[in-house]
């Protein structure tokens, strides 16, 4: 088994992350090197492999977080006395590997198309595993399970494999059971998309390299679509259907689907992730680090960015500031969601392998760590952003200079095809006739002093 990265290799963000988070700690840090998951955020960042591990843990344990909130809410505090849970389109164990540390593994089944990434964690973490297959008439499956959860599976399906697949995983439900579910609603619609009537979307784009675009491509979705695709699935009026807005990662939708009609979904109490923008970061010819940036939380209220590096706190920040634009974006609650603050780089810190880390305090005390990064790492990363911020006001500006000189270009021609017509018109009169007539008699008689 070739691992991309185990418990006891050095990563300092890593490490940063399982210290700021009670969450994360003890968990199984192993990667199998075929994930194509932690491919993709290595490309996404550009190949900052330790930024990646770090969105990639942090990714799995928000997502875990997520799904393990809607099954206290169904069964109670004890997980263990739930029915089997089948954790579906699992992949690698991103998100599996911190599910098992409240749900025994000998309750967990884990099913991908992924052979590999079955074994895998079938072997890493000692659940179960059901080799899956992209159509849902190929799949087989005897258990039932109490509860079924779905990350980024719904998300990539064309319209009739998105029905057929809630069908399928609907009849592995036991009495009681729940299936969560996650979907891409039409407000993280590329900009230029548009949403079609039918409120469905598919197209053929996916971080996927081994699947066909065809089966697994990118999908967005309404709510409206949803409640009638779990409809045609379940049966109508069968089924209860509770939508959690941004529900994961703070930006997928999160679904939550019962085989009983009426459910009564007031007591789930759901707080999901807040949203941290950190839009300027520089370190001054004083030592002293900048920062700036908005913080908010749909669910619930945000109190503080911590600022902490090498795992120490360094500064803490209220959140507190106005920010029209923000408001105008999420709702008039998230006006005061602006925050900065400066600390002294402190002495004997590594700009180049310091872990920086910045986290979101809620109402609760609860911390999120949401950004990390070297300091290095992060004034590059602000610097290329400033440039392409001057780049695109140089690319307008010079738009604009265009589009003005192409108007005065079209306004000389114009005026010069407006004079060429006077000129034309006055050679076409009578008087003009008259004039050159009068000209060439009088060369003609020797009377101009022309030679």
Not at 13 to 27: E, K, Q, R, Y
Not at 37 to 63: H, N, P, Q
Not at 408 to 421: H, N, T
């Amino acid at each position: 088994m070739t691992l991309a990265f185990s418990s006891d290799e050095a990563s300092p963000l890593v490490h940063a992350l399982l210290d700021s988070s009670p969450f994360t700690s003890g968990v199984d840090l192993g990667i199998d090197a075929r994930d194509e998951m932690l491919a993709f955020l290595v490309d996404t960042f550009e190949r900052d492999r330790d930024r990646a591990l770090f969105a990639y843990f942090r990714s799995g344990a928000s997502i875990a977080d997520s799904m393990l909130q809607v099954l206290r809410w169904r069964f109670g505090g004890d997980l263990g006395r739930m029915v089997n849970l089948l954790d579906f389109a699992s992949g690698y164990g991103r998100v599996t590997r911190f599910l098992v540390r409240e749900v025994p593994p000998e309750q967990v089944w884990v099913s991908d198309v992924y052979a590999g990434g079955v074994e895998f964690q079938s072997r890493r973490f000692g659940v179960h595993g059901i080799v899956s297959a992209v159509r849902p008439e190929d799949f087989e499956c005897g258990e039932r399970f109490g509860a079924i959860l779905v990350t980024s599976l719904f998300t990539h399906l064309p319209e009739e494999r998105f029905v057929d697949w809630l069908r399928v995983l609907c009849g592995l439900l036991a009495p009681g059971g729940v299936l969560v579910f996650s979907a891409h609603g039409p407000e993280v619609l590329p900009a230029g998309m548009a949403m079609p009537a039918s409120g469905f979307l598919f197209q053929e784009l996916s971080e996927s390299g081994s699947l066909a675009k065809s089966d697994y491509g990118s999908t967005w979705v309404t709510e409206d679509f949803v409640r009638g695709a779990l409809a045609r699935a379940a049966g109508e009026g069968r089924a209860s259907l509770h939508r959690l807005p941004r529900g994961l990662c703070n930006y997928q939708d999160l679904y939550v689907a019962t085989l009983e009609p009426g459910v009564d979904f007031s007591g789930l109490g759901f707080r999901g992730e807040p949203e941290l923008s950190l839009e300027h970061c520089s370190l001054g010819m004083d030592g002293v680090l900048n920062f700036k940036g908005w913080a908010a939380e749909r669910t619930g209220v945000v109190r503080e960015v911590r600022v902490l590096l090498d795992r120490a706190l360094l500064i803490t920040a209220p959140v507190k500031g106005p920010r029209d634009d923000v408001a105008a974006r999420l709702g008039d609650r998230f006006r005061m969601s602006g925050w900065g603050c400066a600390a002294p780089l402190p002495a004997g810190a590594s700009r180049s392998r310091s872990a920086l880390v910045l986290s979101v305090v809620d109402d609760r005390g609860v911390a999120s760590p949401l950004f990390a990064s070297t300091i290095d790492a992060a004034l590059l990363g602000f610097s290329r952003l400033e440039v392409g911020v001057l780049q695109g006001e140089l690319e307008r500006a010079l738009e604009q200079f265009r589009g003005r000189l192409e108007e005065e270009r079209a306004q000389a021609a114009s005026e010069a095809a407006a004079l060429q017509a006077r000129i034309a018109a006055m050679e076409a009169s009578r008087f003009w006739k008259a004039r050159n007539a009068w000209f060439r008699f009088k060369r003609m008689a020797g009377l101009t002093e022309e030679t």
